[in-house]
């Protein structure tokens, strides 16, 4: 994948109470072993309740989070913040640096009208892009 966009990088800015990119249609939203303990800690959960109550088995060796029937995260809550912002999974926290997004100027002007947050705000330079790709 070759770089597209401006040696300056990519602007970005989480639109507060959006949550659009964790609505919708289903998705896989990996949690490894230290998430996972660290969202459970956050719930007061044990591991095993909070892999009963929140998570699914994704592949052999992996969970995923689970969604409601409307493919919604199970952590938004009905004001469109996230429950568990303070410990979200790696794979949201680096949203929208993915490198699906990242394909093309296209893929990412596509992923921006259905993010808010995509073209505003905050400058990532090359270098910080590249770490969330890693």
């Known amino acids: 994948m070759g770089r597209w966009y ?6 970005f800015s989480c639109q507060e109470g959006c949550s659009a990119c964790c609505r919708g ?4 939203v990996v ?3 230290r998430e996972r303990s660290a969202i459970a ?4 959960l044990g591991e095993d309740e ?11 060796n992996a969970w995923s989070l689970k969604e409601r029937p409307n493919g919604d995260c199970v952590f938004i809550t009905p004001e469109d913040r996230c429950s568990i ?7 949201c926290r680096t949203y929208p ?8 100027r296209a893929s990412w002007e596509r992923e921006g009208r259905l993010c808010p947050g ?9 270098p910080e892009i590249a770490n969330y790709l890693r």
């Open 6 to 11: 401006s040696p300056e990088g990519l602007r």
């Open 25 to 28: 249609e289903p998705g896989v």
């Open 97 to 104: 640096f993915w490198k699906n997004i990242l394909t093309d």
């Open 41 to 44: 800690a956050r719930l007061k």
């Open 50 to 60: 909070f892999r009963r109550r929140y998570c699914r088995k994704h592949g052999p």
């Open 85 to 91: 912002y303070t410990v979200r999974p790696r794979q």
């Open 118 to 126: 995509i073209g505003r705000g905050r400058l990532y330079n090359p």
């Open 31 to 33: 949690v490894n072993e």
